[in-house]
């Protein structure tokens, strides 16, 4: 409790996209030592999973602590700069995630291909031109 509260004192005295990553941070440790100390009540595989699921909810925490972060520094940086600079970030996000959905698209087709793979004859054949279908190929 004393490392959160210092922690958010911090952020509140100073309320930077660091220090609110800081509070985060402390908070999620915090959860995660109190969720394992209430593991170590279980045995077997009870207490294996209840501190890979204290684990995971402490790494989720962090992810997205880091996730608002980056976030609000990219707003930061997004503010200062000049329209024009705003505007070709903007069309190069664009442009990524096009990219990106067109390699996801490829490699879902590969995989479906690959499962067609596993028949032979008309079946493959029917298969095959499913997924072209499906992944506009």
Do not use: W
């Amino acid at each position: 409790k004393e490392k959160v509260a210092a922690a958010e004192l911090e952020a509140s005295y100073q309320p930077t996209s660091k220090h609110r990553y800081e509070a985060r941070v402390a908070k999620a440790e915090a959860d995660y030592g109190v969720a394992k100390e209430k593991c170590d009540d279980m045995a077997g595989n009870a207490k294996d999973i209840c501190v890979k699921e204290a684990k995971a909810a402490e790494t989720t925490a962090l992810a997205d602590a880091k996730a608002q972060m980056k976030t609000s520094d990219a707003n930061t940086m997004a503010n200062e700069k000049t329209s024009d600079a705003r505007s070709d970030a903007s069309q190069k996000i664009v442009e990524a995630r096009k990219d990106a959905t067109a390699d996801k698209t490829d490699a879902q087709y590969a995989v479906a291909k690959e499962k067609c793979d596993t028949f032979s004859g008309a079946a493959k054949d029917s298969c095959l031109s499913q997924a072209k279908a499906q992944f506009g190929k």
